[in-house]
């Protein structure tokens, strides 16, 4: 059974970087597509950016060009570095696994904050 744990959340603040890592255990995620989601209080789950099995990559508009989404197959590892970070960033971050079993992660806190 596919598991994921992020890490790597924390509090920054604005204009500064994060990276965020979702390590599997289970299977390989090497034919998975891979995602980050992310949810604020009171606000419902959203898209942040997806990264296919050939390493083509989607980003959600608020935050293209701040974010890139990058795996390691030998680490089974997806990352999601975060540039420029904005007060608007502020969320639980969640790893996403498509597949057969879709597979969600807990999430990891991302505060942005002065």
């Known amino acids: 059974q596919l598991q994921l744990v992020e890490s790597g959340g924390g509090l920054v603040q604005p204009g500064g970087s994060l990276r965020l890592s979702c390590s599997a255990s289970g299977r390989t995620l090497s034919a998975s597509l891979m995602a980050w989601y992310r949810q604020a209080p009171g606000k419902q789950r959203e898209f942040v950016a997806f990264i296919t099995s050939v390493n083509a990559t989607a980003y959600a508009d608020s935050v293209k060009g701040r974010f890139t989404i990058s795996r390691d197959n030998a680490k089974n590892t997806v990352y999601l570095q975060m540039n420029s970070l904005k007060f608007e960033d502020t969320a639980v971050y969640l790893c996403?696994?498509?597949?057969?079993?879709?597979?969600w992660g807990r999430g990891t806190q991302v505060t942005v904050s002065s």
């Open positions: 996403y696994a498509g597949g057969t079993i879709i597979t």
